[in-house]
């Protein structure tokens, strides 16, 4: 199987393609990881990472698009997801597509975020024709923030995400905004 039949799109240095039952473990792991989930209101258990899977196979039928399972193009290997998902939480700037990341720790500081990330910007505008995307992070998430800037995003504010109204800690998050 070529490249261009694996994935749907590529980088320099990343495949983005649909999901797998096979990227379960992998995926479950990380998501078990505590450091990986730090910005967030618990680890996933496995179940929960197994529903992820389902959710964004159904959201890349349904919008033509999700958060890609991605791999590293030279070894294959499975490091997170990068790519967008149709957000509609109650907000001031939703619904509206979100581009987002999830990496495992053993990948961070190699710029596969912002390799990711860009390569999906160029795919939402030239290939899917959406005019602006969105990213969201909690406040004390410097890490994704600085890979908002570096793409390109512009700070639009601070919101309470109402999905973590039950978690002051994660509450208060930034939004960015691209067109």
């Given at each position: 199987?070529?490249?261009?039949?694996?994935?749907?799109?590529?980088?320099?240095?990343?495949?983005?393609?649909?999901?797998k039952?096979?990227?379960?473990?992998e995926?479950?792991?990380?998501?078990?990881?505590?450091?990986?989930m730090?910005?967030?209101?618990?680890?996933?258990?496995?179940?929960?990472?197994a529903?992820?899977?389902?959710?964004?196979?159904?959201?890349l039928a349904?919008?033509?698009?999700?958060?890609?399972a991605?791999?590293?193009l030279?070894?294959?290997?499975?490091?997170?997801?990068?790519?967008?998902?149709?957000q509609?939480?109650?907000?001031?700037?939703?619904?509206?597509?979100?581009?987002?990341?999830?990496?495992?720790?053993?990948v961070?500081?190699?710029?596969?975020?912002?390799?990711?990330?860009?390569?999906?910007?160029?795919?939402?505008?030239?290939d899917?024709?959406?005019?602006?995307?969105?990213?969201?992070?909690?406040?004390?998430?410097?890490?994704?923030?600085n890979?908002?800037?570096?793409?390109?995003?512009?700070?639009?504010?601070?919101?309470?995400?109402?999905?973590?109204?039950a978690?002051?800690?994660?509450?208060?998050?930034?939004?960015?905004?691209?067109?």
């Amino acid at each position: 199987m070529t490249n261009s039949e694996k994935y749907i799109y590529t980088s320099q240095r990343l495949g983005f393609r649909n999901w797998k039952s096979s990227d379960l473990d992998e995926y479950a792991a990380m998501n078990a990881d505590s450091e990986v989930m730090k910005h967030f209101p618990s680890t996933y258990t496995r179940e929960k990472s197994a529903e992820g899977i389902e959710v964004y196979q159904r959201h890349l039928a349904d919008k033509g698009y999700t958060y890609y399972a991605t791999e590293l193009l030279e070894s294959g290997e499975f490091i997170g997801f990068i790519g967008m998902y149709y957000q509609e939480f109650k907000s001031d700037f939703t619904p509206a597509t979100d581009i987002g990341w999830r990496l495992k720790q053993s990948v961070w500081g190699k710029g596969y975020a912002t390799e990711g990330a860009k390569r999906c910007l160029d795919y939402a505008f030239k290939d899917l024709q959406l005019d602006h995307l969105i990213s969201t992070c909690t406040v004390q998430n410097e890490k994704s923030e600085n890979v908002m800037r570096k793409i390109g995003m512009e700070r639009m504010g601070t919101f309470l995400h109402p999905r973590l109204e039950a978690y002051p800690e994660h509450e208060r998050c930034v939004w960015y905004k691209i067109s």
